[in-house]
């Protein structure tokens, strides 16, 4: 299998992808945390002393999938046309599990973004949260799916 990010002497490069066509790409990345009942609590009723944890929390995932390009060395930077960072309470598991959707029409995906929202936003939970509980567990952090450019559509089957 070739490796698509290193040149024939084994150096790191960005992909090129002037060549490809521009096609209408959208993905989604999920993952959770899981923290006390008291943290949980907490966090529903929005009497967390550091505010409203999850409105911080999805403004943080979206600007976090904004600037993946800063954080991963060899993505693309993307013009991003939609993302949305959503959040559905567990309380059986006093779990959190976060959702975010990148989408854009370009000649490279974005899953990365997806991922890297995601992940910004449940770190975010922590953040507002560890005053409380930290021993918060985040995990399950995937892609669930994505449409568009050539390896065409993917689902995560459960």
Do not use: W
Request: net charge negative.
């Amino acid at each position: 299998m070739d490796f698509t990010h290193f040149d024939e002497n084994g150096n790191a490069v960005m992909v090129d992808v002037t060549d490809k066509a521009d096609t209408e790409r959208e993905a989604e990345a999920s993952g959770s945390i899981t923290m006390s009942r008291e943290c949980f609590d907490r966090v529903t009723e929005g009497s967390m002393k550091k505010g409203d944890v999850l409105g911080v929390a999805r403004v943080a995932g979206i600007m976090g999938a904004k600037n993946c390009s800063g954080l991963i060395p060899l993505c693309h930077i993307i013009n991003l046309t939609k993302l949305s960072v959503d959040f559905e309470m567990v309380p059986s598991g006093c779990r959190i599990v976060a959702r975010c959707t990148a989408k854009t029409t370009g000649k490279t995906g974005v899953e990365m973004e997806a991922l890297t929202g995601v992940s910004v936003a449940l770190l975010t939970i922590y953040d507002m949260c560890k005053a409380v509980d930290k021993g918060m567990e985040i995990s399950e952090i995937r892609l669930v799916k994505k449409t568009g450019g050539k390896s065409g559509e993917y689902e995560r089957q459960v």
